[in-house]
């Protein structure tokens, strides 16, 4: 149950009403969690910032979006995790991948030592080795790619922790 009413362009103040003034033009709507993020324009502004540098990410999509499931499966955000198990659907991967990604791992022992990297970054980034690292490298994944772990990571805490303390679920989609 929503604990925060989304808000609108009409509703909104500030910079979170020329905010979402804009994702309106530009898409039409607005999904609840960008509209129940309005109550903070920096958290809404950080957000959208985020999710635009990471579009730029050179990790492989299919497996920033197992690294997504990976996150969230620890996370608990289950509207998160409906999204990211549908867009990596949408990018062909296998139900087993995707089941897989909910264990934290891969069939792919390459893409398994991401989500690896992934799942330590998000429970406890002192943990990550310099051998680590180095396997990473060996696998063919560029410092780019390894670094854009973090992003995905970080992208995902800041989406599934605000939906948890909003009260958002799947069942709140409109």
């Given amino acids: 149950m929503p604990r925060f009413a989304p808000l609108t362009a009409e509703t909104a103040v500030g910079a979170s009403r020329d905010l979402l003034g804009e994702l309106v033009e ?3 709507t607005v999904g609840d969690m960008v509209s129940t993020m309005a109550h903070s324009p920096a958290v809404l502004g950080g957000y959208l910032q985020l999710s635009r540098a990471m579009r730029r990410a050179k990790l492989d999509r299919r497996i920033s979006e197992l690294l997504s499931i990976a996150v969230q499966a620890q996370q ?3 509207l998160c995790l409906d999204a990211h198990v549908a867009a990596a659907r949408s990018l062909g991967v296998a139900q087993e991948e995707i089941s897989l990604a909910h ?3 891969s069939s792919n022992p390459a893409i398994s030592a991401m989500i690896r990297l992934g799942r ?3 429970r406890e980034p002192t943990s990550v080795t310099d051998e ?5 490298r060996a696998f063919g994944y560029s410092d780019r790619a390894i670094a854009d772990v973090v992003g995905v990571v970080a992208l995902n805490i800041l989406t599934g922790a605000f939906n948890l303390v909003a009260g958002l679920g799947p ?4």
């Fill in 26 to 28: 530009r898409h039409g």
């Fill in 171 to 174: 069942e709140d989609q409109h």
């Fill in 76 to 78: 608990g955000c289950g």
């Fill in 103 to 105: 264990q934290g791992t």
């Fill in 132 to 136: 680590q690292i180095d396997q990473l």
């Fill in 120 to 122: 330590q970054v998000y």
